[in-house]
């Protein structure tokens, strides 16, 4: 089992960046892929990045990729969200999430979401 903590989140202008880290608890770190979800007010929670167990397999969401990067430490059991050019609708809460099975789906371990607001 793993315990997830996002930090990270904040209030920035369209345009800005951010920097999302999610700090894993335990030894086993690098056997977790790796995503990061999002959920909006009134829609339902989306994939934006994921990351295999040694980085070297990824997946974006459409509308963040060449905006968005997912990069994990596994010496320091942390994943990390850098988000570029952000644009208002890539306002919500954003998640952390950790699973064994597949790059882009069965996530079973989940932080407790950090807020990402972009302001136009």
């Known amino acids: 089992q793993v315990q997830l903590v996002e930090s990270g989140g904040g209030l920035v202008q369209a345009g800005g960046s951010l920097r999302l880290s999610c700090a894993a608890s335990?030894?086993?770190?690098?056997?977790?892929?790796m995503g990061w979800f999002r959920q909006a007010p009134g829609k339902e929670r989306e994939l934006v990045a994921a990351l295999s167990r040694y980085g070297g397999s990824t997946y974006y969401l459409d509308s963040v990729k060449g905006r968005f990067t997912i990069s994990r430490d596994n010496a320091k059991s942390t994943v990390y969200l850098q988000m570029n050019s952000l644009k208002p609708e890539d306002t919500a809460v954003y998640y952390c999430?950790?699973?064994?099975?597949?790059?882009?789906?069965?996530?079973?371990?989940w932080g407790q979401g950090t807020q990402v607001t972009v302001s136009s």
């Open positions: 999430a950790a699973g064994r099975k597949a790059l882009i789906s069965e996530y079973n371990y």
């Open positions: 335990g030894r086993t770190f690098s056997t977790y892929f």
